[in-house]
């Protein structure tokens, strides 16, 4: 007998985002952009924290602010990740 599990709707969202693969086997979505404190009604902040790095928020940095990851640091760090090249340097 199956167990239930009680989830919110952002919960369950995150769960079967955090899954969703490509044909040949890869994870179809490596991570989420996030930008928290901005009145997340939805509770997807909540969701994501309680899967942890089954998908990975990436947090935006502001242009002037050069002390957090900013889009570039968190794209490389998916390539990284998902075993691509991410020295930016042709193929």
Request: contains cysteine; aromatic residues 4%.
């Amino acid at each position: 007998m199956m167990e239930t599990i009680r989830l919110t709707a952002a919960q369950a969202m995150m769960r079967w985002l955090s899954v969703q693969m490509t044909e040949d086997g890869q994870r179809f979505i490596e991570g989420v952009w996030a930008i928290f404190g901005h009145g997340n009604v939805a509770g997807i902040g909540e969701a994501l924290k309680g899967i942890g790095d089954a998908l990975p928020p990436g947090r935006a940095a502001s242009r002037g602010d050069r002390s957090k990851p900013g889009r570039n640091d968190l794209c490389r760090e998916l390539g990284r990740r998902n075993g691509h090249d991410t020295s930016g340097n042709p193929a």
